[in-house]
């Protein structure tokens, strides 16, 4: 080969590749410049879904993390409302008694009084039972009829006043019940005819009742 033939093939391949050369670094650098004009511009760059749903988590507020069993718990202000409880946890303060008038009341026994299906049971006394038998043998009587008897006998149908919540009561109620000014409970007490509840300040009137002999404490007052 001839001397100049090959200087001029080296010198034209040297060309060529300074071309490629060149025109790679004018591709990159007008990217560049693309994109820094384009950002000064104020124009958004485009941005894949992928990366956009990364930073969206990475400035989400984490949860705090449930408290462990030894964790402390920070206390509450002395003055931080409090939660009211429901129903099942706690009821309701139950409505003051007033006093109430009803009337035609049906005598039960010597302590329980009935209205329709509703009974009002006299508070302080133990209700005498119709059949409770009084009296030593041979002079036995029948003093918890004549107890009921003599209790229908003070009523006689009159209305009475009972401390209640509501006239609608459901089965049977414990409380006071007055016809007039007179304490149905302290009037069978005091009679003999009713024995005093545990506790109940009508003991001391039943045990002079007692020992007056009076009511259950006596003789069948129909042989007198």
């Given at each position: 080969?001839?001397?100049a033939?090959?200087?001029?093939?080296?010198?034209?391949?040297?060309?060529v590749?300074?071309?490629?050369?060149a025109?790679?670094?004018?591709?990159?650098?007008?990217?560049?410049?693309?994109e820094?004009a384009?950002a000064?511009?104020?124009?958004?760059a485009?941005m894949?879904?992928?990366?956009?749903?990364m930073?969206?988590?990475s400035?989400?507020?984490?949860?705090?993390?449930?408290?462990?069993?030894?964790?402390?718990?920070?206390?509450?202000?002395?003055?931080?409302?409090?939660?009211?409880?429901?129903a099942?946890?706690?009821?309701?303060?139950?409505?003051?008694?007033?006093?109430?008038?009803l009337?035609?009341?049906?005598?039960e026994?010597a302590?329980i009084?009935?209205?329709g299906?509703?009974?009002?049971q006299?508070a302080?006394?133990v209700?005498?039972?119709v059949?409770?038998?009084?009296?030593?043998?041979?002079?036995q009587w029948p003093?918890?009829?004549?107890?009921?008897t003599?209790l229908?006998?003070?009523?006689?149908?009159r209305?009475?006043?009972?401390?209640?919540?509501?006239?609608e009561?459901k089965?049977?109620?414990?409380?006071?019940?007055?016809?007039?000014?007179?304490?149905?409970?302290?009037?069978?007490?005091?009679?003999?005819w009713?024995?005093?509840a545990?506790?109940?300040?009508?003991?001391?009137?039943?045990?002079?009742?007692?020992?007056?002999?009076?009511?259950?404490?006596?003789?069948?007052p129909?042989?007198?």
């Amino acid at each position: 080969m001839r001397p100049a033939a090959f200087i001029t093939g080296i010198t034209g391949m040297a060309v060529v590749a300074g071309l490629l050369m060149a025109g790679e670094a004018r591709l990159g650098g007008g990217t560049a410049g693309e994109e820094t004009a384009s950002a000064e511009a104020g124009e958004p760059a485009a941005m894949s879904d992928d990366r956009a749903e990364m930073i969206a988590r990475s400035v989400e507020p984490a949860e705090p993390p449930a408290p462990g069993p030894g964790d402390a718990v920070a206390p509450q202000p002395a003055d931080a409302p409090q939660r009211s409880e429901t129903a099942a946890g706690q009821t309701a303060s139950p409505a003051a008694k007033k006093p109430m008038e009803l009337a035609r009341p049906m005598v039960e026994n010597a302590g329980i009084l009935s209205f329709g299906e509703r009974r009002l049971q006299l508070a302080g006394i133990v209700p005498t039972p119709v059949d409770r038998i009084c009296g030593p043998a041979g002079r036995q009587w029948p003093c918890g009829m004549m107890a009921k008897t003599a209790l229908r006998l003070l009523l006689r149908n009159r209305a009475v006043t009972c401390d209640l919540q509501t006239v609608e009561w459901k089965e049977t109620v414990t409380t006071a019940c007055r016809l007039g000014t007179e304490d149905l409970s302290a009037w069978l007490a005091e009679n003999g005819w009713a024995e005093p509840a545990a506790g109940s300040p009508l003991t001391s009137v039943a045990e002079k009742a007692r020992q007056a002999g009076k009511g259950l404490y006596g003789d069948d007052p129909r042989r007198n």
